[in-house]
């Protein structure tokens, strides 16, 4: 087996490469669903549609253990994630190798005889037990108001509690409240307009490589964002387009095709990462004011009015374009 980053020899039982220093993480089905499920994250907090409280919550809930013990979280760099140190999770370079084959499962070894439990020796108390005392009948009992007090003050108790479990995390914990990483994920992104998009554009002679598509539908209204990945360390390229800028021909063409425009996508968000996977532009405007702005009807001053978003055109100049 191969280091994935210098190449050098590495044994199949270690954790990291001799010679580069990565430590060495297994690209397990489960740890590729984390990275889905940040990139959806991603997007939606991008959108708006999630605050940062709610995305670190949702965050958290994607950590996976390897099979050394460790627990990983993905991050923006998908080469960089965090790992638990015991006591924060800190940025750890890895080289994603293929997990190991999973073994025939073997037979259980038959279980044990069952066997009764002996019983329990009937308690005899102490060998010199004292006689009884002889208890003086007690008084009758006179009835007076502390009863109702007592009763009300029960209620009163019994309220408080019920406000505490609720407020606490055991109702997401029994299922009867959903927690915030949960509602971070629904609705689940629409997959198939992003299939039938990257399909479109491979139709006009578009290289799809590092692409990744969604599109996020709106809870309460319809449309949805259509949001986009373009991946550099993944092999995605940029072709060159004169003195215009990349991305914004980009999201021109995204607003443009058939697929965006029946899937009723109301917003263009576009997340560009270079060659090392450094996020270098992340950019969302609707999608009315594109289509303007690509016709020629929206003078670009005007158009960046209405976009939302960073962008390093520095470093966009040096690394995205072929």
């Known amino acids: 087996m191969q280091c ?21 993480l297994r690209d397990t089905p489960a740890w590729q669903l984390a990275q889905q ?4 994250l991603v997007a939606r907090y991008t959108s708006g ?27 923006q760099d998908p080469h960089t994630p965090f790992m638990w140190d015991g006591q924060s999770w800190r940025p750890q370079p890895v080289a994603l190798v ?15 005889a069952y066997a009764a439990p002996p019983p329990t020796p009937a308690y005899a108390g102490p060998a010199s037990a ?21 009763l ?46 990257s399909a479109e554009l491979e139709e006009l002679g578009v290289d799809t490589t590092g692409l990744y598509l969604y599109m996020l539908p709106y809870q309460e209204q319809e449309g949805g ?3 986009a990945v373009l991946d550099g360390s993944s092999g995605f390229q940029f072709s060159r387009s004169g003195d215009s800028e990349p991305i914004l021909d980009y999201m021109a063409l995204l607003a443009k095709s058939e697929a965006a425009q029946q899937a009723g996508a109301a917003r263009i968000a576009v997340d560009y990462r270079d060659a090392s996977g ?37 470093s966009l100049s040096t690394g995205g374009l072929r």
Request: charged letters at 20%; proline letters at 14%.
């Open 225 to 227: 964002v259509l949001y």
């Open 98 to 112: 293929a997990p190991e084959p999973s073994p025939p499962p073997a037979a259980p070894p038959p279980g044990p």
């Open 37 to 40: 499920r940040y990139a959806d």
């Open 152 to 197: 009300g003050t029960c209620l009163v108790l019994a309220l408080l509690c019920a406000v505490g479990v609720f407020l606490s995390p055991l109702p997401q914990r029994w299922g009867l409240r959903r927690s915030p990483a949960e509602k971070a994920f629904e609705p689940e992104p629409d997959r198939a307009v992003g299939v039938a998009l």
């Open 130 to 150: 004292p006689p009884p005392a002889v208890l003086a009948p007690e008084e009758p009992r006179k009835s007076h108001r502390l009863r109702g007090c007592c």
């Open 278 to 314: 450094e996020q270098v532009a992340v950019l969302t405007a609707p999608t009315d004011a594109v289509l303007a702005f690509s016709r020629g009807e929206m003078t670009l001053e005007v158009f960046m009015q209405k976009v939302e978003g960073k962008m390093d055109l520095t």
């Open 4 to 24: 994935p980053l210098c190449h050098a020899p590495i044994a199949p039982d270690a954790t990291a490469c001799g010679s580069c220093g990565a430590t060495l």
């Open 49 to 75: 549609e999630i605050d940062e409280a709610t995305f670190q919550d949702a965050q958290a809930a994607l950590a996976v253990s390897d099979d050394q013990g460790r627990y990983w979280l993905p991050g």
